[in-house]
């Protein structure tokens, strides 16, 4: 056989032996499905013992390292990069700023002007200010930001008097004779359907002043007829005040409503106001005319207040809302919750005729990290809380962490050690002070109240005035 006719019989054999081998079962890239990762893994035969191998394959292309397509990743990226610079190219657009508000207080120059400024804007707040004072001159630019800060329209009109100008009105705020510089500057704030105006006794710093007006313009008066509207209007304010949703309803004659919410301003005291219909009143269980201060706590009687044949003044409704108006069973004081409680909580209320005892737990309950002392304040917070209505109208008790403001200053103050926390400290109004000894138990708790009430000669039983509401049966639906 000739070397050429070789050549051709062994490519004869090798096309046929070809045609005789299987396609590889290996999908080709077409075929894969891809995720939606760039980077995915396909499990496949080999094609030889049957085992199964893993391939990574790159999301559009071949297993390996195979270059990736134009029209993948790398078309989307150069396209992302073009916008960029198109981006750079194009002026930046500039930041619109916030118009400073331009307003100015309004000047009032006599008591006909404070009359006609009172019945065109229905908030008004009043600055009364003396030239030759100290304290007006440096109050006066703290005002004047107030007024950039809520002058609005539609919001609270700010005004200011010289205090020779507006005597009559600078007296219903404070003023003790003509040429009295004391308490200077005085603050009033007036609002439509209110005879006198809401005087304002804090600091003169725009902080100040600006935290009096939330507090009065959040205090509007809601009117509930039904205990499905008290329910859920006390659920709504237990959202702004812990959990307690502490609220004061009057049940009056319509004559009566300005006279409730007058004094709901000036009392001070952190609650909702609402009025009730007579119709709710009867519901409830409640005298008519009468006011109640409701809360969500199930176990805790409503205080109540009636007029009885006088009647109920205006002093009445501030002084009850003031010493009564506050969370049930355990007051929560310090830094935490704003102090909002501790001018109601620490005053001496024994000219009002409040001469309870004021029991505070220092704790360390909010302290990090938790530990076992940290239980233990839990522990005593919870038995606290369960003396508390023991000595309902002789004892008003309260709870301070020990870390929520200066641990030294409480201390010194009260004279107690952080070592000993979770501790007990009954004061006086004469600055009596009384300590728990030992550990915190609840007999020890009880003994120690008991002995303060017996040293400092209070009554053994709340005063007869101590009127209080069976709470009734509201919704149960989880109940507020």
């Not at 290996?26 to 191998?53: C, F, N, Y």
């Not at 003023?175 to 439509?192: A, E, H, I, V």
């Not at 003396?387 to 008003?396: V, W």
């Not at 101590?466 to 507020?480: A, F, G, N, Q, S």
Request: aromatic letters at 8%; one cysteine or more; charged letters at 30%.
């Amino acid at each position: 056989m000739t070397r050429r006719a070789a050549a051709t019989l062994a490519l004869t054999v090798a096309c046929a032996f070809l045609m005789l081998v299987p396609a590889s079962s290996t999908p080709s890239p077409a075929d894969l499905q891809v995720d939606e990762d760039d980077m995915m893994i396909s499990d496949h035969d080999d094609g030889t013992d049957g085992r199964k191998r893993k391939e990574r394959k790159s999301k559009g292309g071949k297993a390996g390292n195979a270059k990736q397509p134009k029209g993948g990743k790398a078309e989307k990226k150069d396209k992302k990069k073009q916008k960029d610079k198109d981006k750079k190219l194009k002026p930046a657009k500039a930041k619109k700023k916030k118009k400073k508000s331009n307003a100015t207080p309004l000047v009032v120059e006599s008591e006909a002007g404070l009359i006609e400024a009172r019945s065109q804007h229905r908030r008004l707040f009043l600055m009364i200010w003396s030239e030759i004072d100290p304290s007006s001159r440096m109050a006066q630019p703290q005002f004047r930001l107030l007024t950039k800060q809520w002058g609005s329209p539609g919001n609270v009109t700010l005004a200011m008097a010289e205090v020779s100008n507006v005597e009559t009105t600078a007296e219903k705020l404070g003023l003790k004779y003509t040429g009295s510089l004391d308490g200077m500057p005085l603050y009033g704030l007036f609002l439509n359907g209110l005879e006198d105006p809401i005087r304002y006794q804090g600091g003169w710093s725009a902080t100040s002043l600006r935290s009096f007006l939330h507090y009065q313009l959040a205090l509007q008066p809601a009117f509930l007829d039904t205990p499905k509207e008290l329910t859920k209007f006390m659920a709504k304010r237990a959202r702004m005040d812990n959990g307690y949703g502490v609220t004061a309803i009057s049940f009056c004659r319509a004559t009566e409503m300005a006279k409730f919410e007058g004094a709901a301003r000036k009392a001070g005291a952190y609650v909702a106001i609402a009025t009730g219909s007579s119709s709710l009143a009867i519901e409830l269980g409640a005298p008519f005319p009468s006011i109640v201060i409701a809360s969500k706590d199930l176990d805790v009687p409503w205080a109540l207040l009636t007029g009885g044949d006088k009647g109920l003044t205006e002093q009445h409704i501030i002084n009850f809302l003031f010493t009564r108006g506050l969370p049930p069973r355990v007051v929560p004081l310090g830094y935490t919750y704003q102090d909002r409680y501790a001018m109601q909580f620490f005053s001496d209320r024994s000219k009002i005729g409040d001469s309870r005892l004021q029991v505070v737990l220092f704790h360390r309950f909010k302290k990090l990290p938790k530990t076992e002392i940290n239980e233990e304040s839990a522990a005593a917070l919870r038995t606290f809380r369960e003396i508390a209505p023991e000595f309902a109208g002789r004892a008003l008790f309260g709870s301070h962490d020990f870390f929520d403001n200066d641990p030294t200053g409480v201390e010194e103050k009260y004279e107690i050690k952080q070592d000993e926390l979770p501790t007990v400290v009954v004061l006086g109004n004469n600055g009596e002070k009384w300590h728990l000894q030992g550990l915190f138990k609840r007999r020890a708790v009880e003994n120690l109240v008991e002995r303060a009430l017996v040293e400092s000669k209070r009554p053994r039983e709340p005063p007869e005035d101590w009127e209080t509401l069976p709470r009734p049966t509201l919704v149960t639906h989880d109940e507020l």
